[in-house]
């Protein structure tokens, strides 16, 4: 069996302006301050002696590396974003940047969740990459439409409850 798989579809370049300004406060920080306190970190245990059995030159110089690569992911991410300015024409419906409260029908368990980038998604808060199929499938409907989206359990079937842009409520 061959290990070759095709290429990830590559992530939408869209993202809140929150979600913008925070990267580009955590590339800052990884630059400005955070990178010259490892890299200080690693001379001083470089210049204790026999690198191959030091522990501190090891994770330092592991630390290093993985903070090059968020930076040079940054870097080249941060100016590919599109940042999504405003509230759509039709705040009726569900778009990027909306916070939707889904009922599933079966249960009657309600969900709450808001649209993002998918450099800015976070499950705990519900915030959820406007590339998954839950997203997908919410994206142009109304207010007490019924969906079905394809979840890992299967197919599930949601009403919107409510939809709500900046904290407004998206009903007319």
Known sequence: MSRWRPPQPGSSAIITREGFDRLKQELDALWSQQRPEVVRALAAAAAEGD?????EYIYRKKQLAEMDR?????SKRIPGLRVAEGLP???AKVYFGATT???QLDSGELFHYRIVGPDETHAQKGWISIDSPMARALL???????FEAELPQGRT???IA???YDGTAGKD
């Open 51 to 55: 690198r191959s059995e030091n522990a």
């Open 70 to 74: 968020r930076i040079r992911y940054l």
């Open 89 to 91: 024409a039709d705040t």
């Open 101 to 103: 409260d889904l009922e």
């Open 140 to 146: 142009k409907r109304g207010l007490d439409e019924e």
């Open 157 to 159: 079937a949601f009403r």
């Open 162 to 164: 409510a939809i709500r």
